[in-house]
Nanobody
Framework: QVQLVESGGGLVQAGGSLRLSCAASGRTFSTYARGWFRQAPGKEREFVAAISQGGGTTYYADSVKGRFTVSRDNAKNTVYLQINNLKPEDTAVYYC?????????????????WGQGTQVTVSS
């Protein structure tokens, strides 16, 4: 089992920044690729970013490229999502997830473990 706990969300003004963290416990952290998803009210959960087990490969949704950066520190069992130049449309609950393989990284159904989510609200 892998337990994931997100933190770092909050209320920020447009143009601001946040760094979300996702701490993991349980099975070997570095075995799992990790993803970030978000879900806005009334919308489906959508892929945001993913990072491979070693951290050498990352992928981003087109809507966040250039503003979001995913990284991981395997020594700290933590994955991060740096969000810059926040926009009101970034308002959502952000979830981190873990998967054993790195195929299908943009598909939520491929992830076996999920955190409880952290709310990000961006005011205009």
């Amino acid at each position: 089992q892998v337990q994931l706990v997100e933190s770092g969300g909050g209320l920020v003004q447009a143009g601001g920044s946040l760094r979300l963290s996702c701490a993991a416990s349980g099975r070997t952290f570095s075995t799992y690729a990790r993803g970030w998803f978000r879900q806005a009210p009334g919308k489906e959960r959508e892929f945001v970013a993913a990072i491979s087990q070693g951290g050498g490969t990352t992928y981003y949704a087109d809507s966040v490229k250039g503003r979001f950066t995913v990284s991981r520190d395997n020594a700290k069992n933590t994955v991060y999502l740096q969000i810059n130049n926040l926009k009101p449309e970034d308002t959502a609950v952000y979830y981190c997830a873990a998967m054993l393989s790195f195929s299908g990284y943009a598909e939520s159904r491929e992830y076996g473990y999920w955190g409880q989510g952290t709310q990000v609200t961006v005011s205009s």
